[in-house]
């Protein structure tokens, strides 16, 4: 088995101890971090269909998100670049009923790599609270809302319309998460939709430039 395999395999089994160091021997060997991100990706929708199919539990899924999260520490450095905290503040969280936090880690690093200041408000985030920090922190430019349930689309439909109804103005609002579409994002009145951590930071770019022209 190939070692970037291996690190597949391994995250699959959550074996938290074992992913970073081997993350760390596939990268000296010269894999790109984003492949080896792929990689890992690929191991949770392994780990959501085992889930799906009764042959695994909650606690082997947390494990495998555990052990992802391991390996993508040690790829942080080497998939973002040098943020330069120009484009304003960008405030993020994982709607309220939801704890899945990978995905959302994702966006946050890659939006930080291009220049924003991210204020990350964790899991479970109410709509009060998205509100009340854009409140409460300088320059806030992009509102970012992860949602990964399809029970949890409703909050984040809840959260859009709080942030657009509120007399808080000057910033735009990205949604995303597996559930999500870009049809979803444009019915509930989100600004922008992005399937991955990549395109959003492109995307959050965008929204922020429309500001600027505004
Ligand atoms: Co959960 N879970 N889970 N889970 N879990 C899913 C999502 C599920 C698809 C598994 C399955 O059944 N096949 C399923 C949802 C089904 C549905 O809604 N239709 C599910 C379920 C049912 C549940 C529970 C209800 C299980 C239970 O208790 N019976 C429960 C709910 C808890 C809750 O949130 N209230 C639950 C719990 C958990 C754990 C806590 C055990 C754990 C999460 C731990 C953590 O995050 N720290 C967990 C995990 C690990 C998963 C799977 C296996 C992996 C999720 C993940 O991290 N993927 C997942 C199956 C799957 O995804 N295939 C599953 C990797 C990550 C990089 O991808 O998060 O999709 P993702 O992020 C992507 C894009 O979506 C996008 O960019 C990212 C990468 O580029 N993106 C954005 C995400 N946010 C974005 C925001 C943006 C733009 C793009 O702009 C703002």
């Not at 889930?51 to 391991?70: D, R, T």
């Not at 899945?100 to 899991?123: C, Q, R």
């Not at 998205?130 to 949602?147: G, H, P, Q, R, T």
Request: hydrophobic share 45%; glycine share 8%.
């Amino acid at each position: 088995m190939s070692k970037i395999q291996e690190v597949k395999v391994n995250v699959e089994e959550g074996k938290t101890k074992i992913v970073p160091s081997l993350v760390q021997e596939v990268l000296d060997e010269g894999e790109k971090a984003e492949d080896i991100l792929e990689v890992m990706i690929k191991a949770m929708n392994v780990v959501g269909d085992r889930f799906s199919a009764g042959e695994i539990f909650v606690p082997e899924m947390l494990l495998a998100a555990k052990a992802m999260a391991s390996g993508v520490e040690i790829l942080k450095p080497h998939l973002t670049g040098e943020g330069s905290s120009s484009l304003g503040t960008c405030i993020i969280g994982t709607v309220l009923g939801d704890l899945h936090d990978i995905g959302k880690n994702l966006v946050a690093m890659m939006i930080e790599s291009v220049g924003f200041n991210v204020i990350d408000l964790g899991v479970d985030v109410p709509k009060e609270k998205f509100i009340d920090a854009v409140k409460e922190n300088d320059d806030v430019k992009l509102v970012a809302c992860s949602a990964l349930l399809t029970t949890t689309m409703p909050a984040l439909k809840e959260t859009v319309k709080a942030l657009k109804e509120s007399d808080l103005t000057g910033f735009k609002v990205i949604v995303g998460g597996a559930p999500i579409t870009n049809e979803f994002a444009m019915e509930i009145g989100a600004d922008g939709y992005s399937s991955d951590a990549g395109s959003a930071a492109t995307k959050a770019k965008e929204l922020v430039k429309e500001l600027a022209i505004a």
